[in-house]
Structures are given as structure tokens and as C-alpha cells.
């Protein structure tokens, strides 16, 4: 079988793993934003942030572990993580008694580390990258027996993931666009594909940074490719989407409409506007939304919701950025340019 052609999810698997999830994950509320202007578009979030263990992951996580046999379960589960995925497969795994072990780069902010440690996961400090954190998470599944929980490109947890889109159209069958944050993709491609198999004209917008958008990149170059790691206020955005991608990148190709890439001065005043308009608490790529609207870069045709992925943020710096001071330690001063909007892969 050719790469990429393993047979995704469907809508009736999103629809299965809804009962899974709801073991773990809560139905969130969908609100108005203080962005929705008179006379203009709803524009509605939906808020993940409020999830036990603070971000979505807590979706695709217990989808992927609940789908497990007795036996592999009790074996144990390994994952990497730019953190939040990491602390729901931890919280999952210890509600089923399960061991549970967690690799985190160097990248990782301590706060989240401290988050996945809380939940009761062996962790394992490796290496300076999301992609040397994962590769010791397959080399401990090979070596030790445990299941392997990927992040985001393994069809559970996109299904998982998706079951936002559920609970989002039932609540506003008219959305004309959902705006998503963007990395690994699993979030967005559980989204796409529950929402267009359900309303198919709906768009679907992801926004990511442009420091190291490795999606982006892969869309642009037709392929899965790789980019340099940086650090990023949008810090749960970090991380490729491995070489062998085999389900995310083909999703985000044929589903994504549309890719916005924000610069750390957008984000950075997204997650201003976050705190001081919707009086919210969300870590960078919560606000990935907000910025996108801000600057101008997604002009909303219809009601629009915006997910705010996860509140995990620092609050030492999260405090700093509401009192508008400089913030230095997310690599150096923000790159000069503005952002640009990127075509689906299809246009180039
Ligand atoms: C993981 C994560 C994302 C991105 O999800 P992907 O499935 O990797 O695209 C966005 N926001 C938060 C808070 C996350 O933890």
C-alpha cells in the first residue's frame, strides 16, 4: 500500500468516539466573542480551554486509550508531547491504572512539565526537539512493550479531536467557518472532517505561527517536509509533523481551506485581547484566533467560531504580556515582517 492511503476516519468513527470521550472530556460551552461587531457575523468560542487537564487533548487521548485491548493497556502507554497531549494521556492513563511514560524536549515550558508530572506520568526529559522527544518515545514502545499514543497523526485521536466539530454544528447548524490552531494537525483534521461531512460548504481556516509552521511548510512543498524548531509564545504549536505522516498531512491538504501564518507580535497581542476584551485566561495558541481576526488576516463571511485549544500558559509570563512588557525568553525579538496568508497546498 502506498504511503498515505491508510483509510482515515469517517464521520461514523467521530460519532463512536463521542461516547469514549465523554468518560473524560467535558461538552464544553460555545460563547459570543467580544470581537463580534454590530451589524457583523457571530463570532463564537468555543471553549476547550475549560477541559480537565486545561487544552482538548484530553479528547483524542482517552479515544486512543479506550480503543485499547485489556492487554495492551495494562502493558502501558508512551507518548511524546509539546506538553498538553502529554498531561491527558497521563490524567487518562492514571484514572485506568495504567502506567503511563512521557517524553518532553527541552522545549517543553517548565509549567507544563510540571502539569504532565502532576498527573502522574514517568517523565522523560529528551533532546532539544519535539522530533527527538518522539523518536525516544517509539525507540521505549519497541523496548519496553508500551503503546504508543502519537500526538496527533493516529486515527483515534483525530476522532477524537473531531467530536468538537459534533457538539459545535448541533449547537449552530448556520457556521460558516471554524478558525483552528495548527500544528501536528490532529485537531483541525478531526474538525474537517466531522464538519464537512456534516455541512460540506463550511471553511475550515488553521492558523499556526511562522516560526517553524511545519504544515504549512509541508503544504507549500506538496509533501511532508521538515523545518527548525523554534520557540514560540504559540509554544503547544512547536513540533513537525514527522516524515512518515501518514494521516494529518494528506487530511490538511484535502480539507483545510485555508492557512494563516501570525508573526509573535500578533500572537502576543491576540493573547492581550484574550485577556483584556473576553477577560479569558488561554495559553499563545489559544489565540492564534483572535489574532488572525485582529490583524485582518481572516475576514469572517458568516458566523464564525474560534477554538481556544488550551489555558496552560505560564502565568508568570502571561501576566508580563498583560502589562504589555517585553517578553525575552521565547527567542529573541519577533521576526520583522508580517505574516502571510497561505492558499491550501492544492493552489501552492
Ligand atoms: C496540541 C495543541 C494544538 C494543536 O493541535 P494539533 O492537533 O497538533 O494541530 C493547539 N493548541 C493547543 C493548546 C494544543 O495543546
Not at 91 to 112: D, Q
Not at 149 to 157: A, E, N, Q, R, S
Not at 183 to 202: E, F, N, Q, V
Request: proline share 6%.
Amino acid at each position: 500500500m502506498p504511503a498515505g492511503s491508510d483509510p482515515h476516519p469517517r464521520l461514523a468513527d467521530i460519532e463512536e468516539a463521542r461516547a469514549r470521550v465523554a468518560r473524560f472530556a467535558l461538552r464544553t460551552p460555545l460563547v459570543p466573542s467580544a470581537l463580534t461587531r454590530a451589524g457583523g457575523p457571530d463570532i463564537l468560542l468555543k471553549l476547550e480551554i475549560l477541559q480537565p487537564t486545561g487544552s482538548f487533548k484530553i479528547r483524542g487521548a482517552s479515544n486512543a486509550i479506550l480503543a485499547l485491548s485489556e492487554e495492551r493497556r495494562a502493558r502501558g502507554v508512551v507518548c511524546c508531547s509539546t506538553g498538553n497531549h502529554g498531561r491527558a494521556v497521563a490524567h487518562v492513563a492514571r484514572s485506568l491504572g495504567i502506567p503511563a511514560v512521557v517524553c518532553l524536549s527541552s522545549l517543553v515550558p517548565g509549567g507544563k512539565v510540571e502539569g504532565v508530572r502532576a498527573a502522574g506520568a514517568d517523565i522523560r526529559r529528551i533532546g532539544s526537539s519535539q522530533d527527538e522527544a518522539q523518536a525516544e518515545a517509539e525507540r521505549l514502545a519497541g523496548a519496553e512493550g508500551l503503546t504508543l499514543i502519537p500526538p496527533f497523526d493516529h486515527p483515534d485521536v483525530i476522532a477524537g479531536q473531531g467530536t468538537i466539530a459534533l457538539e459545535l454544528l448541533e449547537e449552530r447548524p448556520d457556521l460558516a467557518a471554524v478558525v483552528v490552531p495548527l500544528s501536528g494537525g490532529g485537531l483541525i483534521a478531526g474538525i474537517a472532517l466531522a464538519a464537512k461531512a456534516i455541512r460540506p460548504g463550511i471553511r475550515i481556516v488553521g492558523v499556526s505561527m511562522e516560526r517553524g509552521a511545519a504544515m504549512a511548510a509541508s503544504l507549500r512543498a506538496g509533501r511532508p517536509v521538515e523545518v527548525a524548531e523554534e520557540a514560540s509564545l504559540a509554544d503547544s504549536l512547536g513540533g513537525g509533523i514527522g516524515l512518515a505522516n501518514r494521516w494529518t498531512f494528506r487530511l490538511c491538504r484535502d480539507l483545510v481551506d485555508e492557512v494563516v501564518l501570525l508573526t509573535e507580535d500578533e500572537i502576543y497581542a491576540g493573547m492581550r485581547t484574550m485577556f483584556f476584551e473576553e477577560r479569558l485566561i488561554a495559553e499563545g495558541a489559544s489565540a492564534v484566533g483572535h489574532a488572525a481576526l485582529l490583524g485582518g488576516r481572516f475576514r469572517p463571511a458568516g458566523p464564525t467560531a474560534l477554538v481556544l485549544s488550551g489555558r496552560n500558559v505560564d502565568m508568570r509570563q502571561f501576566a508580563a504580556i498583560a502589562a504589555g512588557d517585553p517578553i525575552r525568553n521565547v527567542g529573541g525579538p519577533s521576526p520583522q515582517t508580517s505574516g502571510s496568508t497561505l492558499g491550501s497546498g492544492r493552489n501552492g
